[in-house]
């Protein structure tokens, strides 16, 4: 049984899912504690409890300790299960959450997701962030995925919906840095439920003018409807780079496009082909995939450093760091 310190690094819930699906698709056997002891309320939230549980279902897995605030996890995969899922958060947790837990050993055989939850919520890649910036690098290491939008899920009441169709996929190491170019087309979507028009005008407009300023060429979507949820936000996206911003009562729409603006550009003033996050995100995959990936980073993080540390409990020592030159390389252990 390959044990884990969750209070590690960050110390967040990104040691969980790591651990979870590097778990379902090695079937190796692993017991989390310490689980987020370092937050302000410790232990497993309700966003945790479902992608454990997703994860259970999926691998058949014996899961101990999966309950609201437990600070420990044991979970032993069975078999990986090939189908259709639906998972419902009930609250607007995150999607793309769930979706970290789940997705890396859906590539095995292949699977459908249908999750229903917060599409567009704070501490989490929004699903526009996803589809458009992560899975873009996951098809330059073959990995194929499908995914749709069905309805947007804000806080509190979340009821957003996604579609996602996962292929059985042999995942290649791929060598980013020779690919990574500057481009000057930023792409992006301003989106609201429930509210005026005028507020997707704004944001767009505001997160326009800035980039236009600053020398891109911006292609920035409006889309308002009616739905389950009320909220707002922007996501812009250029390469392997993003930036988002949600709207609140009493923020006003031209400061949320301002700050999307302004996230997305502190990333591509940076000569780095990944962003902070997709950093991160990335790492588990390129540790199971045939051959060598590399690339370099805005910034290190602890995050980063704490997916190594999960991956490397898994597969030894397989990730280099140099905070230097901001730069990663994962040599892959080949087992999809």
């Given at each position: 049984m390959i044990e884990i310190d969750g209070s590690y690094g960050e110390g967040g819930g990104q040691i969980?899912?790591?651990?979870?699906?590097?778990?379902?698709?090695?079937?190796?056997?692993?017991?989390i504690s310490r689980i987020r002891a370092n937050r302000p309320k410790p232990g497993?939230?309700?966003?945790?409890?479902?992608?454990?549980?997703?994860?259970?279902?999926?691998?058949?897995?014996?899961v101990e300790g999966l309950s609201f605030g437990s600070t420990e996890v044991k979970f032993k995969p069975g078999e990986l299960k090939k189908g259709k899922f639906r998972i419902d958060i009930g609250t607007a947790g995150s999607v793309t959450l769930i979706l970290q837990t789940i997705l890396l050993?859906?590539?095995?055989?292949?699977?459908?997701?249908?999750?229903?939850?917060?599409?567009?919520?704070?501490?989490?890649p929004p699903f526009d962030y996803f589809k458009n910036v992560f899975l873009r690098a996951l098809r330059?290491?073959?990995?194929?995925?499908?995914?749709?939008?069905?309805?947007?899920?804000?806080?509190?009441?979340?009821?957003?919906?996604?579609?996602?169709?996962?292929?059985?996929s042999d995942f290649r190491g791929f060598q980013f840095i020779d690919e990574c170019r500057k481009d000057a087309h930023v792409s992006g979507v301003s989106h609201c439920l429930n509210l005026?028009?005028?507020?997707?005008?704004?944001?767009?407009?505001?997160?326009?003018?800035?980039?236009?300023?600053?020398?891109y060429n911006p292609d920035i979507k409006n889309e308002a409807g009616e739905g389950f949820s009320t909220?707002?936000?922007?996501t812009l996206w250029c390469g392997y780079k993003g930036g988002s911003s949600l709207g609140e009562r009493g923020k006003r729409a031209e400061i949320v496009g301002k700050e999307a603006a302004d996230n997305i550009l502190a990333e591509l003033e940076s000569n780095a082909c990944f962003d902070e996050y997709l950093a991160d995100q990335l790492m588990p995959f390129a540790a199971i995939a045939e051959g060598k990936t590399a690339y370099?980073?805005?910034?290190?993080?602890?995050?980063?450093?704490?997916?190594?540390?999960?991956?490397?409990?898994?597969?030894?020592?397989?990730i280099n760091i140099n905070e230097q030159k901001k730069e990663i390389?994962?040599?892959?252990v080949g087992i999809i």
């Open positions: 969980l899912r790591t651990a979870v699906a590097l778990s379902c698709l090695t079937g190796e056997s692993i017991k497993l939230a309700m966003q945790h409890l479902k992608g454990i549980e997703a994860a259970k279902f999926v691998s058949n897995a014996e050993p859906s590539f095995l055989h292949g699977n459908s997701f249908e999750i229903r939850g917060g599409t567009d919520v704070n501490w989490s330059e290491m073959k990995g194929r995925v499908n995914s749709e939008l069905m309805s947007r899920g804000y806080y509190p009441k979340g009821g957003g919906l996604i579609k996602v169709d996962v292929e059985a005026p028009r005028h507020v997707v005008e704004r944001q767009s407009n505001s997160a326009r003018k800035i980039l236009i300023s600053k020398g909220g707002s936000g922007i370099t980073t805005s910034k290190i993080t602890l995050h980063q450093k704490s997916n190594a540390y999960v991956i490397e409990s898994f597969f030894g020592d397989i390389k994962i040599k892959g």
